[in-house]
């Protein structure tokens, strides 16, 4: 596996703002690789200085072997681009759309079948103003899919859909990916992140705090597990918190919250509760996410 | 320039699918004419020097039209791409930015021939208008008008910094224009003192420059005009292309 993109040492400023503040990764062909982090933190500016839309003060971008700003028609004939902030003109079909950006590329995929695939069959003579969030945001992946990209770039995919569009969007995402194409995603999201990355980079302030695999970046922080429940009447919680691996025991009414680490927290937690005739509901455990990691590593919640 | 000429028949597709534009480009004008028509007919008087009012307003007519394309239509068009985000998508793709440009201009024009081509059709079949001039030369003529105008629209466009003020300035600017220029109203009949100020307005050199070339005058009797409007082309050009942006 080739190296799909490398970025070394990006700085871009707007005025007095460092938007980009010297960062570094690398993306490697056939992964899905994701940059998150709250709106202001860089994402965009930094994928689009990739994409060879925005020019960077400093530092060096390589992608597919290109320098975006020199090579730059060369490379947009192999990259697929999602813009966070694009239109198109309101009386254009969807059909039009696909033929007529498909005539920009050298080489295409049939439009048919990609509206197909993203479920837009239906939709083909549907002019663009008529299209749903949803739909036009599936519209906008089949024209960055029209060329047969080996690079694709998704800015801020999911942002503005329903939780169940996101989700048929994650499968999307996941398809191209089967297809053999590398993905360069950005969200502020993190769950999607999480579900849908293989290698995340946080990015806060321009800089990026930290990147690996999701479940790395999740274990390194060494966050405990917590298991939930919900007990009735009044009973003893010491034999919970002599248990081994386990930090703290919280009451919140009705409802338990025991902190700890360790592969046998929740069989522990179930034993000892049985063992003291204690009658429970609703037990749930709740893993950390990146969501903890975000906050672990700024001190602050992701907003939206 | 792989797509041009997709892109062409895409954007020719949009414009006419947008009532307003196509009502205004391509049918406005002839229905004006029918109008004035009917209450002055085209009997030849000494007041236009032996011709008719018809025979006027055909040729004048077609500054209207250039006036209305290039301040309304085009500056609203400009800035609303670039304002919703299409020219950003466009960018996105590996289309060269001058097949955009000359896409865009080519619509533009094309969309003014037709609406002139059905006007002096109108003229031709509903009151035999006259026409002494070359057709060559009144053809020279409109493609100078239209593109400094479209030039002035492009500039608009790129000091607006929305599309709805771009549409307001375009507006302000046309309207007036329309009226003190000899482009609805024909010079003769307004006072001294409007045309004195009708001077200063470039639409007044595109209507004396299709109203003479009509009638056979020379270039060399138009060199004031011709001096406007390749200053308007100039001026506006340099402007629009130094005030361009994608978003």
């Known amino acids: 596996m080739g190296t799909a993109i490398e970025v070394i040492h990006l700085h871009k400023s707007y005025g007095p703002v460092r938007a980009v503040d010297g960062i570094s990764f690398t993306v490697e062909e056939g992964e899905i690789f994701g940059m998150v982090g709250p709106n202001g933190a860089g994402k965009t500016t930094t994928i689009e200085c990739v994409e060879g839309l925005r020019r960077p003060d400093r530092g060096t971008v390589r992608v597919l072997g290109l320098d975006p700003r020199r090579d730059g028609y060369e490379l947009r004939r192999r990259i697929g681009v999602q813009l966070q902030e694009a239109s198109l003109p309101p009386r254009l079909k969807v059909w039009e759309a696909l033929d007529l950006f498909g005539s920009f590329y050298p080489r295409r995929v049939d439009g048919r079948a990609l509206l197909e695939q993203l479920g837009l069959a239906d939709k083909r003579d549907a002019a663009f103003e008529k299209l749903s969030g949803g739909q036009k945001q599936r519209l906008f992946v089949a024209l960055a899919l029209i060329n047969d990209p080996e690079l694709v770039f998704l800015d801020e995919l999911t942002t503005g859909l329903d939780p169940q569009a996101r989700r048929a969007t994650w499968d999307l995402v996941r398809g191209i990916r089967e297809r053999g194409k590398t993905i360069f995603l950005t969200t502020h999201y993190m769950e999607e992140a999480e579900r849908l990355c293989d290698r995340v980079a946080i990015i806060d302030h321009g800089k990026i705090v930290a990147l690996d695999m999701p479940e790395n970046l999740i274990r390194s922080l060494g966050a405990e597990q917590r298991v939930v429940f919900t007990a009735d009447g009044q009973w003893d919680d010491t034999p919970l918190r002599g248990m081994p691996g386990v930090t703290r025991v919280e009451h919140i009414g009705e409802r338990t919250v025991v902190y700890g680490r360790g592969e046998g927290l929740v069989g522990g937690v179930v034993g000892a509760l049985e063992r003291m005739g204690v009658r429970f509901r609703d037990l749930r455990t709740e893993q950390p996410t990146l969501e903890d990691v975000f906050l672990a590593l700024t001190g602050r919640e992701m907003r939206e | ?247």
Not at chain 2, 50 to 61: C, H, K, L, N
Not at chain 2, 73 to 90: D, K, M, T, W
Request: with cysteine.
């Open chain 2, 1 to 247: 320039m792989r797509g041009f000429w997709k892109l062409l028949l895409v954007q020719a597709k949009l414009y006419l699918r947008e009532p307003i534009a196509t009502f205004f480009t391509i049918f406005y004008a002839p229905l004006v004419l029918l109008l004035f028509g009917a209450i002055y007919g085209n009997k030849p008087t000494p007041f236009f020097g032996g011709r008719g009012t018809m025979d006027i307003a055909v040729p004048s007519y077609i500054g209207l039209i250039i006036a209305t394309v290039g301040l309304i239509g085009l500056p609203i068009g400009a800035a609303a791409a670039r304002e919703s985000g299409v020219l950003r998508r466009f960018r996105a793709t590996p289309l060269h930015p001058l097949a955009y440009i000359i896409s865009d201009i080519a619509v533009y024009l094309l969309m003014t021939v037709i609406g002139v081509l059905l006007l002096i059709l109108t003229g031709a079949i509903v009151f035999h208008i006259r026409f002494e001039g070359n057709v060559l030369s009144v053809l020279a003529g409109f493609l100078l008008g239209a593109t400094a105008f479209f030039a002035l629209g492009y500039l608009i466009a790129g000091l607006a910094p929305t599309a709805r003020i771009a549409q307001t300035v375009g507006m302000v600017l046309a309207f007036p224009m329309m009226f003190i220029s000899g482009a609805t109203i024909p010079l003769e009949v307004l006072p001294a003192k409007v045309r004195a100020v009708s001077q200063y307005i470039p639409l007044t050199h595109v209507v004396t420059l299709m109203r003479g070339l009509w009638f056979g005058d020379s270039w060399g009797q138009h060199l004031t005009e011709v001096a406007v409007l390749v200053g308007c082309l100039l001026v506006g050009g340099i402007v629009a292309a130094r005030t361009f942006r994608w978003e």
